[in-house]
């Protein structure tokens, strides 16, 4: 246990505060859901308490999980139980540094990387390393499951530091981060980074939704 608790997260753990966020979906559809947490992060933002804030899906720690099997384009299809598979993650602008994740090269996500444009995607080191080690990663290319689909590619815009998700005995595992107008879901988590408390930041989120 108290190995475990040395080992770093890759994540500020100190003053953050989390609010997870659930829409019906009998009501938003997924452009509507979209619309919804691009307005909630823009109030959050412009607020004193949580302008250090950002969406995010899954939360680190929080139970729940998502993860794909992936592609380098350009290298042979590997065989049906050799697939290479990464954690999935859904986030908005700014959720690398409201957690104090280290961006290592390239650039953060904006909610102009639309589901309707380019699909372009952060990874961690992990999946950099091993998908091109001693390259430089930026604009190289994957895709989801195990094949060169034009239509499934996804451009790398830039590298993270690694951090753990679920488990801190663990090594990091490769990661993928999407934009979340780009790998939208009806709930989210609201993390922030403030001294203001978490009755403050409870307030605050409740009010900005």
Same mark, same amino acid.
């Given at each position: 246990?108290?190995?475990?608790?040395?080992?770093?997260?890759?994540?500020?753990?100190?003053?953050?505060?989390?609010?997870?966020?659930?829409?019906?979906?009998? $009501?938003?559809?997924? #452009?509507?859901? &979209?619309?919804?947490?691009?307005? %909630?992060?823009? =109030?959050?933002?412009?607020?004193?308490?949580?302008?250090?804030?950002?969406?995010?899906?899954?939360?680190?720690?929080?139970?729940?999980?998502?993860?794909?099997?992936?592609?380098?384009?350009?290298?042979?299809?590997?065989?049906?139980?050799?697939?290479?598979?990464?954690?999935?993650?859904?986030?908005?602008?700014?959720?690398?540094?409201?957690?104090?994740?280290?961006?290592?090269?390239?650039?953060?996500?904006?909610?102009?990387? $639309?589901?309707?444009? #380019?699909?372009? &995607?952060?990874?961690?080191?992990? %999946?950099?390393? =091993?998908?091109?080690?001693?390259?430089?990663?930026?604009?190289?290319?994957?895709?989801?499951?195990?094949?060169?689909?034009?239509?499934?590619?996804?451009?790398?815009?830039?590298?993270?530091?690694?951090?753990?998700?679920?488990?801190?005995?663990?090594?990091?595992?490769?990661?993928?981060?999407?934009?979340?107008?780009?790998?939208?879901?009806?709930?989210?988590?609201?993390?922030?980074?403030?001294?203001?408390?978490?009755?403050?930041?409870?307030?605050?989120?409740?009010?900005?939704?």
């Amino acid at each position: 246990f108290a190995r475990l608790r040395a080992v770093d997260p890759g994540f500020v753990v100190k003053s953050v505060v989390l609010v997870g966020v659930s829409l019906p979906q009998t $009501r938003y559809n997924t #452009p509507a859901q &979209v619309r919804f947490f691009e307005q %909630l992060h823009e =109030r959050l933002t412009a607020n004193t308490v949580t302008q250090r804030a950002a969406l995010v899906f899954p939360t680190p720690f929080g139970g729940a999980n998502a993860a794909g099997g992936y592609h380098v384009v350009g290298t042979p299809p590997r065989a049906r139980g050799d697939r290479t598979v990464a954690q999935l993650s859904s986030v908005s602008p700014g959720y690398f540094q409201t957690m104090g994740i280290p961006l290592l090269k390239g650039r953060d996500l904006t909610f102009a990387d $639309r589901g309707d444009g #380019p699909s372009n &995607v952060v990874v961690n080191r992990t %999946l950099a390393d =091993r998908a091109w080690p001693g390259q430089d990663p930026i604009g190289k290319l994957l895709s989801m499951g195990n094949s060169d689909d034009p239509n499934a590619r996804l451009t790398v815009v830039g590298v993270v530091a690694d951090s753990r998700r679920a488990d801190l005995a663990a090594a990091p595992e490769p990661a993928i981060y999407f934009s979340l107008t780009q790998f939208t879901l009806p709930f989210m988590g609201v993390v922030v980074r403030t001294e203001a408390g978490e009755s403050a930041v409870a307030d605050a989120v409740r009010a900005a939704v």
